[in-house]
Nanobody
């Protein structure tokens, strides 16, 4: 079992930046790839970015060059995964969710709302 707690959402003007953080605790030793997803109103949840334990990253085409995912594994009791979001656009407005997959099960945080005004 793991617990995920996101933070860092808020209201920002188009062109601005936000940094989201997700602290993962519990049975973290076998966690591999971690991810950020987002869900806009009336739309399906979509993958935004992933990061492996080795630091390899992958991004949705819509955020490439603007978002950066990072991961801090130094604390034995927790893993922190961040999402730096720059040059934000109104279409980035969504609830952002942290995700880990462990022993075949998906674990999600409760989400943090990002609102980008035009």
């Amino acid at each position: 079992q793991v617990q995920l707690v996101e933070s860092g959402g808020g209201l920002v003007q188009a062109g601005g930046s936000l940094r989201l953080s997700c602290v993962v605790s519990g049975s973290i030793s076998d966690i591999s790839t971690m991810a950020w997803y987002r869900q806009a109103p009336g739309q399906e949840r979509e993958l935004v970015a992933t990061i492996t334990p080795e630091g390899s990253t992958n991004y949705a085409d819509s955020v490439k060059g603007r978002f950066a995912i990072s991961r801090d594994n130094r604390d034995n009791a927790k893993i922190t995964v961040n999402l730096q979001m720059n040059s934000l656009r109104p279409e980035d407005t969504a609830v952002y969710y942290c995700n880990v997959r462990l022993y075949g099960a998906n674990y999600w945080g409760k989400g943090t709302l990002v609102t980008v005004s035009s």
